[in-house]
């Protein structure tokens, strides 16, 4: 099994362009979860989907959309990416309740 | 809104010697996670603590969640180079997400 792929691994952007960072799961997983990484502030939630067909925001929602396109893959648009969005990007997924975060392999965006 | 802090942030050890980070809730958690981020890696799961007072061991690491539900704390036996990362832990906020402490990262001179 693959478990969480995300796709691209680098992107280098311009500020105002936009961009749709992918995520799917084969683990049959159910919640889903997109946070940013930035040094020194640990992992901050983006926004989530608890199940398919639901999306919540997180912590830091502004300046991102987010689609759960279906139980496998969860999306992360930003419309028109700002330098203040450079981080890497990790996608997350559980099966529920208590269980563990299964992470991705990151999206390091740089956005100048 | 709650909060996990977790310290310290840095943390610069011989190789052999201990190591502990600790994470401290603003409120009582329903339990607490630790994942561990190798350099230029993604986290991954270590361990999860659910009752009051427990201490779980893998090995050298060495996991304790507070009586109050509020502290953790883990603490590494004799470091080895392959320990060097970040060590998080996470707790479950109120809408049931997990929030991440800042992260403790170590390194380790052999």
């Known amino acids: 099994n693959a478990g969480v792929t995300q796709t691209p691994k680098f992107q280098v952007l311009k500020t105002g362009q936009s961009m749709t960072l992918q995520c799917a799961q084969d683990?049959?997983?159910?919640?889903m979860y997109w946070y940013r990484q930035d040094p020194g502030m640990g992992l901050r939630l983006i926004y989530y989907s608890a199940s398919e067909g639901t999306t919540d925001k997180g912590e830091v929602p502004n300046g991102y959309n987010v689609s759960r396109l279906n139980k496998r893959e969860f999306s992360l648009r930003l419309e028109s990416a700002a330098p203040s969005q450079t981080s890497v990007y990790f996608c997350a997924s559980r099966t529920g309740g208590n269980s563990p975060l299964h992470f991705g392999n990151g999206t390091r965006l740089t956005v100048t | 809104g709650q909060q996990v802090m977790q310290i310290p942030q840095y943390q610069h050890v011989q190789e052999g010697e201990d190591f502990t980070t600790y994470c401290n809730s603003s409120?009582?958690?329903?339990?607490i996670q630790w994942y561990k981020q190798r350099p230029g890696g993604h986290p991954v799961f270590l361990i999860q603590?659910?009752?009051?007072?427990e201490v779980k061991k893998q090995k050298r690491l060495t996991f304790q969640f507070g009586e109050a539900k509020k502290n953790s704390s883990l603490h590494i036996t004799a470091t080895q180079t392959t320990d060097v990362g970040t060590y998080f832990c996470?707790?479950?906020?109120?809408?049931?997400?997990?929030?991440f402490g800042k992260g403790t990262k170590l390194s380790v001179k052999p």
């Open positions: 409120t009582t958690l329903s339990n």
């Open positions: 603590l659910v009752k009051s007072g």
């Open positions: 683990m049959n997983h159910n919640s």
């Open positions: 996470a707790g479950r906020g109120s809408q049931g997400n997990l929030i």
